[in-house]
């Protein structure tokens, strides 16, 4: 019987900086320009091989806003990998990386985090530029483009294959907590009516969460 991973993968970066549009040129191969920003979280599920492994990748598309903010615990928890988006076209948007680097790692000290500058199309000149926040905190990092597809689809896999590798070799005791239950799920849930999707398949639910605003 054909078992099947669960990888956690979430989005990070101030907000409009493309974490959807990217998310959707990935999942769906599509983009249209109109912005509609993320209210608190959207979930995409994907299920994909990766190395002859079913895999039910799970993005977390959270908000950039700030209005947020006070709920990002949630998101970061048992995540396996993360996607970190700053606009080559707003220079705060590249001085906040710092911002949700600290808070990434409080909560996920060793999670793979993938950096990604987005919006390359408006001037192909910004990748002659240089971004040493990749370099001083030795992430990956990829220029790329929602709106004509570059570099996406090795975004998103590396992604993918990063938070599998870190599930594997992780040693964080809640990390090892929650992939025994996971085992446990899948032998309790063994039911054939339930049977997991093969290649890629996909479902997405808009989660709104309960706002701690002041
Ligand atoms: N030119 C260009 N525009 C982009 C690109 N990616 C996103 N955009 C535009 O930027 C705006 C914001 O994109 P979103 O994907 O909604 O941004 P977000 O990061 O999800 O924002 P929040 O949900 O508010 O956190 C939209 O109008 C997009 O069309 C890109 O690669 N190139
Ligand atoms: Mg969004």
Redesign the pocket.
């Known amino acids: 019987m054909d078992t099947e991973e669960k990888v956690k993968v979430i989005c990070l970066?101030?907000?409009?900086?493309?974490?959807?549009?990217?998310v959707e040129r990935f999942l769906m191969d599509g983009?249209?320009?109109?912005?509609?920003?993320?209210y608190a979280l959207t979930l995409f599920k994907y299920f994909t091989k990766i190395d002859d492994r079913n895999v039910h990748v799970e993005f977390w598309?959270?908000?950039?806003?700030e209005r947020f903010s006070s709920m990002h615990p949630s998101y970061y928890h048992a995540s396996h990998a993360c996607i970190l988006?700053f606009d080559v076209t707003r220079k705060t948007t590249y001085k906040n990386l710092s911002n949700w680097y600290k808070e990434l790692r409080a909560y996920r000290p060793d999670i793979p985090c993938i950096l990604v500058a987005?919006?390359?199309?408006?001037d192909y000149n910004s990748t002659k530029r240089s971004f040493n926040f990749g370099k001083k905190y030795h992430l990956p990092f990829y220029f790329?483009?929602?709106?004509?597809g570059t570099n996406v689809v090795k975004v998103f896999r590396e992604a993918i294959k990063a938070g599998l590798h870190y599930k594997d070799n992780s040693t964080d005791f809640v990390d090892e907590v929650l992939k025994e239950l996971e085992n446990f799920d899948d032998m309790s849930l063994q039911n054939p009516a339930n049977g997991s999707s093969n290649g890629s398949d996909l479902t997405t639910s808009n989660v709104a969460l309960p706002s701690k605003d002041k």
């Open positions: 970066g101030d907000s409009a900086v493309g974490k959807s549009k990217l983009y249209k320009p109109q912005q509609l920003s993320t598309d959270t908000a950039g806003q988006v987005n919006k390359i199309d408006v790329a483009s929602a709106s004509d």
